[in-house]
């Protein structure tokens, strides 16, 4: 090796050294700014979930407790329209299920170029603002020849409306997600009908993106206070927004109820997708 | 009649893309017949119209004399296997293949002894419990396959099934569905764009183009004997090139100033005339004392070794021609560039297209 070339290996080390050690900062202070914007993200979520739940504690002067909760769950009217919440979500869930599964599938098997229509449709609700909707419902159906309030039909149509960007989405990603067509098609030619391939081929290699749309649904339902307190029926939503009127550290504790609900039901989607065989077939399928 | 007859079948997508136009084909019981063609030649058109999933624009499809044209898929009673193998995720291996018997309200018992019976006929007893992602593809194919046959349907239709699968396992697999078609004695329709896989599997072939027929015939006869320029350019490799007709009496015919001569018959041409020949590159050889028919002078332009063959360039004239011959350790090859005499069959120069 002569000089010069030592010179230049040298030279080419002590870059070599230099840039790594920049690039090793740039990096440490990227990891930094990352944990930051984590603290950041997670003080601006969890503080005022915290501040509520500890607000919702001081109920008894002096001391925390779970006062505020014992008496929310010990009115009689909380059970009454939290039971009704349950059962129109339960009716939402099963009409939007019998409305937008066969739709959704119908459109991707046979009409794919109305698909832009459909989803256009199903968006909707985000662009049409509740309130609108349901003076628009009530203008409507109010009066003959089609009269349906004070049924509960009107309601449940208006919570099927709200949760259709869910519920649509949900079923359309886990359409997209196996080869509806070919599946449809290989039912077919060993004899099944439309029926038996919705029961059997479809719907469960769908579960886990129905699950999402259900649990959606059921979250929206749950909490939905415009529909209900102008259809006036009874519900969970008008009921926060009565006893917030009223009381300081029930409505916190009902809040705090609430949340818990929508995360047990994300965690429940999270549980049933966790392991489904059809989720890990459709990776294998593309072997 | 045929077992299964499809008779002047067209369809056409939309207003005017037209996938298949004036089918007609008779296959009999216990016959495979693969249709062969590129990308959009209409042979998955036809097969789906076989199955149901296509109604044609005109036509009419016959099975066992009963006309099911306008019969839905599920009342068929054809089985089909699919390019995606297209297994039920949900379901495991066992499921899969009782799926059809379970429609067909077959009692537990014997749905569970078809299963096993499937099972075996495709070498996958003890895979029952599995789900089809725990499978290689081979094996999902393999599975499909079963279910497909586990109906006892009265044709099993395969729209490119090897497709997707690795060029060994492709192989092995084929041998392994027409031994499985043979022992079962099933009528099979077979849709390929595999040239290889086409000749290998078929009773008879189907070579389809733009929506035509362009041949039915036995693989040999295909190869061997191409009717139309697109068969013979499209099944095997091919030297064509245009020729002038010297003397028609005598089959003889002119290109790049050399002439040859074709055992088949020139009748109605005449001299001048112009015509497209092929000679396949296995037909080639060497001209060793140069008094065979059909010697034509040629130079060496580039060897090519593949394997179990050697492929020799040549040049006659300004056009160039390819010439097989079989390795082997001791073969002596001539040099690029090198000028020589290769010759051929009156046989082996087939008049492919007259009057072009």
């Given at each position: 090796m002569n000089i010069e070339t030592g010179r230049g290996l040298g030279a080419w080390a002590f870059l070599h050294s230099r840039k790594k050690r920049s690039n090793e900062v740039t990096r440490k202070r990227g990891s930094v700014w990352a944990w930051i914007i984590l603290i950041l993200g997670i003080l601006y979520f969890f503080v005022p979930l915290f501040s509520t739940f500890e607000f919702s504690m001081r109920?008894?002067?002096?001391r925390y407790s779970f006062e505020a909760y014992r008496v929310a769950f010990g009115d009689s009217r909380f059970y009454h329209d939290f039971g009704f919440s349950l059962l129109w979500a339960a009716i939402t869930i099963a009409v939007s299920l019998l409305l937008i599964v066969p739709t959704a599938y119908w459109v991707h098997l046979r009409?794919?170029?109305?698909r832009p229509a459909v989803e256009f449709v199903t968006l909707m609700p985000f662009v049409v603002p509740a309130v609108v909707l349901v003076f628009g419902l009530i203008k409507l159906y109010g009066s003959p020849p089609i009269t349906l309030v004070g049924t509960p039909v009107l309601l449940i149509a208006g919570y099927v409306v709200l949760s259709l960007p869910y519920m649509f989405r949900a079923v359309d990603t886990g359409l997209r997600a196996i080869d509806v067509r070919t599946l449809t098609e290989a039912a077919q030619s060993l004899g099944a009908g439309w029926g038996t391939i919705l029961k059997d081929v479809i719907f469960p290699n769908l579960r886990v993106a129905i699950l999402s749309g259900v649990f959606l649904t059921f979250a929206i339902v749950m909490g939905e206070f415009t529909f209900a307190a102008l259809l006036v029926w009874p519900a969970f939503g008008p009921y926060m927004e009565e006893i917030g009127a009223m009381r300081a550290y029930t409505p916190q504790a009902l809040s705090v109820v609430s949340f818990l609900l929508t995360w047990g039901s994300i965690g429940l989607i999270q549980w049933v997708a966790r392991g489904a065989p059809g989720q890990q077939a459709q990776i294998a399928g593309t072997r | 009649m045929a077992f299964l007859e499809i008779l002047k079948v067209s369809k056409i997508f939309g207003s005017n893309t037209v996938a298949v136009k004036d089918f007609n084909l008779n296959i009999e019981k216990g016959e495979l017949v693969s249709f062969l063609?590129?990308?959009?030649?209409g042979k998955t058109t036809t097969l789906r119209v076989v199955a149901g999933f296509e109604t044609p624009n005109e036509g009419k499809v016959y099975l066992g004399g009963e006309d099911?044209?306008?019969?839905p898929p599920n009342q068929r009673h054809v089985g089909m296997v699919f390019q995606a193998y297209a297994l039920f995720p949900n379901m495991t291996v066992g499921d899969n293949i009782g799926f059809g018997l379970k429609i067909a309200k077959k009692s537990p018992t014997e749905i569970k002894q078809r299963v096993e019976e499937m099972l075996s006929l495709i070498h996958m007893s003890g895979f029952g419990n599995r789900y089809p992602y725990q499978l290689s593809g081979g094996q999902q194919q393999r599975v499909a396959l079963a279910r497909a046959l586990a109906i006892r349907p009265q044709v099993l239709l395969l729209d490119e099934p090897l497709s997707a699968l690795d060029a060994k396992i492709r192989v092995a697999l084929r041998a392994e569905i027409r031994a499985i078609q043979q022992q079962l004695g099933i009528t099979a329709i077979y849709v390929t764009h595999d040239q290889e896989e086409a000749l290998s599997l078929s009773d008879r072939v189907v070579v389809m183009n733009n929506g035509y027929i362009e041949q039915v015939g036995t693989p040999f006869e295909i190869y061997n004997f191409p009717q139309t320029e697109f068969v013979a350019q499209f099944v095997g490799t091919l030297n064509a090139i245009r020729a002038e007709v010297v003397d028609p009496a005598s089959n003889i015919l002119r290109f790049e100033g050399q002439q040859v001569q074709a055992a088949q018959g020139l009748e109605g041409l005449h001299a001048g005339d112009r015509v497209m020949i092929a000679i396949r590159p296995e037909r080639l050889s060497f001209a060793?004392?140069?008094?065979?028919?059909n010697v034509l002078d040629c130079s060496i332009e580039n060897i090519t070794f593949l394997g179990s063959i050697v492929r020799i360039q040549v040049k006659i004239g300004n056009s160039s021609f390819s010439m097989d011959t079989f390795n082997n350790p001791f073969l002596e090859l001539p040099k690029i560039g090198e000028q020589t005499q290769i010759t051929c069959s009156r046989e082996a120069v087939l008049v492919l297209s007259r009057g072009s």
């Open positions: 109920m008894l002067k002096g009409l794919p170029k109305l | 063609g590129p990308s959009g030649c099911i044209t306008d019969r060793a004392d140069g008094r065979k028919p």
